[in-house]
């Protein structure tokens, strides 16, 4: 734990790298020292159908979802909320919607195995 989502409209692969942004993310994630470095797992989904609002699927988003375990401060939650943005408008400020999360999960209510 914990786990960067990065859900994107496909209509952006032309104008966005993609994999760079998610590497860049991820660094965010890593440095924030919130965590240990080998916990921190990203991911990119591609959407290939999607509807926003009245306007459908003309506009384009990139929406990064961060679930961590609860014990940080608001204000760790909030900066690691700020540094994703700024990755976010520096290398996709061409996308029309950008958004960040950051969720709490319940520590009690969650289940990990390692394999191998």
């Known amino acids: 734990m914990p786990n960067l989502v990065m859900e994107y409209s ?3 692969d032309q104008r966005v ?3 760079g942004l998610l590497e860049d993310l991820h660094d965010v994630a890593l440095r924030s020292s ?3 470095p080998d916990s921190v ?3 990119a989904l591609r959407c290939h159908h999607w509807l926003v609002g009245e306007q459908g699927d003309s506009v384009d988003f990139i929406h990064v979802g961060f679930e961590l375990l609860d014990g940080r ?3 760790q939650k909030r900066e690691l909320s700020r540094q994703l943005m ?3 408008q520096e290398q996709a400020s061409q996308v029309r919607s950008l958004t960040v999360n950051i969720r ?3 520590r009690s209510c969650f289940q990990k195995t390692l394999n191998g």
């Open 104 to 106: 709490d999960m319940d």
């Open 86 to 88: 700024t990755v976010l």
């Open 73 to 75: 401060t608001e204000e």
């Open 41 to 43: 797992k990203s991911r």
């Open 34 to 36: 919130l965590f240990d």
């Open 17 to 19: 790298n993609v994999q």
């Open 10 to 12: 496909n209509s952006i």
